[in-house]
């Protein structure tokens, strides 16, 4: 059961991490599109900053997700790496409760934010609805708290379980 649930999160953070990535790389076509056509063509589209401003959010929550599994999150560990190690383990017990805490919060309340924003429109998509802009939020929320599930149940995931691996030292 754990070794199934394991492969499941690695399937899920592969998914976050394509996600965010593919956000990302629209970001980066959208942005100089929209200033190249201000600047240059003197003719500002209307729609490459909110398209941003939407890409941002997916790619915040769902790269925030995978960089927790991943365990690259920003995080200060001085104090936590210099305790004795039962007291290490439950500083990070209380830590993981917290990410927990949070996880939940997001989803609760931004599925709420889904659901009252959801028959609004963007002005510059009027086929798009907000409650859908902001679907990543409780998303983010649940994957997150899937992986701190996975994190309180089976351990930090395995280092060969991510795509990206730190290359091998040239001799």
Known sequence: MKAAYARAMDALYLFCVGVSGFSLVLMTLV???GVWMRYVMNS???WPEPMSVLLVIVFTFFAGAACYRAGVHISVALVVDTLPEGR???VLLVSELFMALLAVFMVVWGTGLVQITWH????EFPFLSVGLTYM???LGGAFTLLFILERLWIGPPRPD???FREPAALD
């Open 31 to 33: 942005i100089p599109y």
């Open 44 to 46: 500002a589209a209307a």
């Open 88 to 90: 290490r383990r439950l």
């Open 120 to 123: 609004q429109v963007i002005a």
């Open 136 to 138: 990543p939020i409780p």
């Open 161 to 163: 379980s991510f795509v």
